[in-house]
């Protein structure tokens, strides 16, 4: 009898419960034989917009219901005042099936209006349909969709059931893949389970598309129209339950709602925290009027439904202080208000107890202690990480006041403490939470952990399970080293998968030279313009495309890259480089926050170039999870050649804008993105073609004989022919950076951090900031420590004309330096990794 590991166990259990399990559930599905005659018959209202590309797999999923369509279900569409194809589509099906099939037409006012509508019509017109639900048309239903429900309304039909919610599968359009990764799919794990109304609890329902409700018993119940871009649904259809609170509500494991999520993510939930209207409408006429409307005691269920929107909502806030751009300073202090008049009608009891996955211990204590100025009776502590290489775990826990006492004991005496740091947590300019990390050090003795905070002992959570001493631990930091110990003594190197010229390739070089017996690979696709120059220098290369690639990748003990780019760290899934060593030499000197991006990777070595920048990463209060143990100080690997190979008295102008991560198209295998059909509309198009084609920078660079290159970022590099530029500036990319930095005299930027190459070369800076809100408002970063108008290498210029002003006097032009002195880079960088 074949026995089965318990990792390919654990492997299969994976399998069946995602795509296949449900690939598998619709290919058995259309073998079932059809029902004819229903127990109940079902009203479709869909409020349609725009949706051409989705209504026929909406309506076949419906037509071919395995419950037969043209006896038992009616479908309302309700036309919003599409501007494409819709409604010749609809009025396609609706020949066809004219009894089933009811066309609205109305101007365009939004889904509320629209479902009103529909609502309205089943009202006024008798079609002999008890049930009513609102299923979108970008989305579709499982073949058993209304089988299931009209079975087990039959079953249940002397339980007094006012509500059916069915289980929402998302279908994730690029990949054709199915996910039931729902938040509350834990309502749907007992197949089917009825509850009554006042009872409900954790079973919460926001989604009117996924429920049928009775028609009966909407009474004078409609959608706000105001409410707007979200929450209407779960007004209605919490509205709808506590008008029926002496019901019954069931929830249907095996009706599937397949809801779409958009290759392009253009759906009003997509961009919905992008819209005013979420932080300013949605909390006051969606939250707290559903709270504010009921007397007394507020059930707990309604508490959690504005919860579980709160917290989504309150998530992608923390230390994304930019994600308020939208709003003004007043809007701003409005939506901080409504928030606290919210959770004052939110049972401290409730904030506890509530339970999905995402809504972990982090955000319990954040929320008590920012909302409600409390702490949670029992504290946590997490073992976060393992360093199987220096016998190290992290740990990790939250608190809410500075000053606090601590102990750490080891088997009853003092933990050494390697490595600390606070990581602060901030929401709507106040603090959140803070976080205190701590490396400590441990061995094959090392049984008992005690941690105390304020004498509380803390219990002790490692991989989401709690744990009484360190065996668990152990064995995970012994199975780490005998997996590295598989590892190869070799090392990959990589810049941009299409384009090296960065630290990467002057690192690689600089081991090439000095350390030949180590062996090493550099990452490079065959058809970058650098992989020839590179390949005559004698660099082992290797395509990121390549199976071989892969193999190496699995094989290395070290990987190092200027870049974090998905086909490395992402290769054989999240553990990819679980038991590598991955150094960060990063592309430039960080000077914004870029916690956001990097603090969601393993980095075991992270280069910065100068004090403030290495500060601004490693201290403590900022938003970074790196601390002194993985960051150094060393300068960037390619300054030694950029020193080395300056270049005096050029008359040369160097124009380098940065690039703006939300105008790029979408990324594809391997970093490579497509090109935004777009970007000729934007603000960095025009104000830079506008400069870039100016007769004042013509006769600039003709007067004083200098020549005018344009390298923009790498990404921006697909749209070069759309400048249209004069003859007389250069764009060659196959130049390299250095020789580019090394010959030129002048630079003007944006944002880059490529600024700090000429201020080693003691070489000035102009910086042409036109949209500076707007840049940090949307990119990938925010603002750090790095003040331009301070801090940089120049003067800072919003205005064009001051700009070329400024240039007029481009034989007079002072910048500033950078103070630290640097040699010997690379063989530093080696000597730590």
């Known amino acids: 009898m074949l026995k089965l590991s318990s990792e390919n166990k654990k492997f299969i259990k994976v399998i069946l419960d995602g795509f296949f399990r449900i690939y598998f559930v619709k290919l058995f599905s259309k073998f079932k034989p059809k029902k004819y005659q229903a127990y109940n018959k079902y009203a479709i209202v869909s409020a349609i917009y725009n949706v051409e590309k989705y209504l026929d797999d909406f309506f076949k999923s419906i037509i071919n219901q395995r419950l037969d369509f043209k006896r038992n279900i009616f479908i309302i569409c309700v036309d919003d005042g599409s501007t494409d194809n819709s409604a010749q589509i609809i009025k396609k099906y609706q020949k066809k099936y004219p009894k089933n099939i009811i066309y609205l037409h109305k101007e365009n006012g939004g889904q509320a209006s629209a479902r009103n509508l529909g609502l309205k019509y089943l009202k006024e017109n008798d079609l002999n349909t008890p049930w009513v639900t609102f299923t979108d048309p970008d989305d579709f239903l499982n073949r058993d969709y209304f089988y299931e429900v009209d079975k087990f309304l039959m079953k249940y039909k002397n339980d007094d059931i006012c509500m059916i919610s069915c289980n929402i599968i998302f279908y994730y359009e690029k990949y054709h893949t199915y996910r039931d990764n729902h938040s509350l799919n834990y309502k749907y794990k007992n197949n089917n389970t009825l509850l009554e109304n006042n009872n409900l609890n954790n079973f919460i329902q926001l989604s009117v598309a996924s429920c049928l409700l009775k028609i009966s018993l909407i009474q004078d119940l409609f959608f706000d129209e105001k409410l707007k871009p979200n929450f209407e649904d779960a007004r209605f259809i919490n509205e709808y339950l506590l008008q029926n609170i002496d019901k019954n509500s069931i929830f249907l494991k095996n009706a599937r709602y397949f809801y779409r999520k958009r290759k392009e993510q253009n759906s009003t939930l997509d961009g919905k925290s992008k819209i005013k209207d979420y932080y300013t409408v949605v909390p006051k006429l969606g939250y707290l009027k559903l709270l504010q409307d009921i007397k007394g005691v507020i059930p707990t269920f309604i508490q959690n439904v504005v919860l579980y929107d709160l917290f989504w909502q309150i998530k992608v806030l923390i230390n994304n202080p930019e994600k308020l751009i939208i ?370 920078l013509e006769n600039l660079a003709k007067k004083y004989g200098y020549s005018v290159v344009f390298i923009p970022h790498p990404q921006v590099r697909i749209y070069l022919d759309d400048f249209n530029l004069p003859s007389y500036i250069i764009t060659s990319y196959k130049t390299s950076m250095q020789e580019l930095f090394c010959k030129s005299s002048l630079m003007i930027t944006d944002y880059s951090s490529v600024a700090f190459e000429m201020a080693i070369l003691n070489k000035p800076v102009l910086y042409y900031q036109f949209d500076k809100d707007e840049f940090f408002a949307k990119h990938s970063y925010t603002q750090g420590y790095f003040n331009y108008e301070k801090d940089g290498f120049g003067e800072v210029f919003e205005d064009i004309n001051i700009l070329f002003k400024k240039l007029t006097k481009i034989s007079i032009i002072n910048n500033n330096a950078l103070p630290l002195k640097y040699n010997c880079i690379c063989q530093n960088i080696i000597n730590i990794v």
């Open 327 to 696: 709003l003004n300073s007043n809007e701003k202090e409005t939506f901080k208000k409504l928030l606290f008049f919210n959770f004052e009608l939110i049972a401290s009891e409730n904030i506890v107890s509530f339970n999905i996955e995402a809504y972990d211990f982090f955000y319990k204590k954040g929320i008590l202690s920012y909302f409600k100025n409390e702490d949670l009776n029992q504290n946590l502590a997490f073992i976060e990480s393992i360093d199987d290489k220096n016998d190290e775990i992290l740990i990790k826990y939250y608190f809410s006041g500075i000053n606090h006492e601590r102990k750490i004991l080891l088997n009853g005496k003092n933990a050494i403490i390697k490595h600390s740091k606070i990581r602060q947590y901030d929401l709507l300019d106040k603090v959140f939470l803070y976080e205190k990390r701590l490396w400590i050090k441990i061995d094959k003795s090392s049984k008992i952990l005690d941690i105390f905070i304020n004498s509380q002992k803390l219990k002790i959570v490692f991989n989401s399970s709690f744990i009484d001493d360190l065996d668990l631990v152990l064995k995970a930091l012994n199975k780490q080293k005998k997996q590295r110990a598989k590892n190869a003594n070799l090392w990959i190197f990589a810049d941009m998968a299409s384009k090296a010229d960065d630290n990467a390739e002057h690192l690689y070089r600089y081991v090439m030279n000095n350390h030949p017996k180590q062996k090493i690979v550099f990452a490079l696709r065959k058809d970058s313009c650098d992989y020839l120059r590179l390949k005559k220098e004698g660099f082992n290369l290797v395509d990121p495309r390549s199976l071989h690639f892969k193999y190496l990748l699995y094989k290395a003990s070290k990987v190092i890259s200027s870049h974090i780019d998905k086909y490395i760290f992402n290769a054989f899934g999240g553990d990819t480089l679980k038991t590598k060593d991955f150094v960060f030499l990063q592309h430039g000197v960080t000077k914004d926050d870029i916690s956001s991006w990097v603090n969601k990777r393993k980095i075991d070595i992270f280069i910065t170039s100068t004090k403030a920048e290495y500060d601004s990463i490693t201290g403590n209060f900022n938003h970074y999870k790196f601390s002194t143990k993985e960051v150094v100080l060393t300068g960037l690997a390619r300054w030694d050649a950029l020193i080395k190979n300056n270049v005096l008295n050029t008359k040369q102008i160097l124009i380098m804008p940065t690039w703006r991560e939300y105008l790029s198209g979408k990324i594809q295998k391997y970093g490579v993105r497509t090109k935004n059909p777009d970007f000729t509309k934007s603000l960095y198009f025009q104000k830079w073609q506008e400069f870039l084609c100016s007769k004042e």
